[in-house]
């Protein structure tokens, strides 16, 4: 099994900033993509921010230009650098990790954070 275990969501006013962080432990060969997700009450879950174990990355057009994502590979570690918070921004944020269990990466497992929840305040 994989754990993620997220930290740092919170309540922030209009225009501040807040760090997620999230560590993935347990058994796996390699985190292939490692990524945020992003759920407000009544909507679909959608993707934040995604990269790759080679650091390339992708961001949904909502926070592109504010939001950075980043990873640790020595650590296992993905982070959300949050920027110009908006109300629109507020959402539980789930921490997802797609790993390889052996190196012919014949097949890559999901898994998910608890998530955590980021307020932005008006």
């Known amino acids: 099994q994989v754990q993620l275990v997220e930290s740092g969501g919170g309540l922030v006013q209009t225009g501040g900033s807040l760090r997620l962080s999230c560590a993935a432990s347990?058994?796996?060969?390699?985190?292939?993509?490692m990524g945020w997700y992003r759920q407000a009450p009544g909507k679909q879950r959608e993707a934040v921010a995604l990269?790759?174990?080679?650091?390339?990355?992708n961001y949904a057009d909502s926070v592109n230009g504010r939001f950075t994502i980043s990873r640790d590979n020595a650590k296992n570690t993905v982070y959300l650098q949050m920027n110009s918070l908006k109300p629109e921004d507020t959402a539980v944020y789930y921490c997802?990790?797609?790993?390889?269990?052996?190196?012919?990466?014949?097949?890559?497992?999901?898994?998910w954070g608890q998530g955590t929840q980021v307020t932005v305040s008006s």
């Open positions: 990269t790759t174990s080679g650091n390339s990355t």
């Open positions: 997802n990790a797609d790993v390889s269990k052996s190196s012919n990466n014949g097949a890559v497992f999901r898994y």
């Open positions: 347990g058994s796996f060969f390699s985190i292939r993509v």
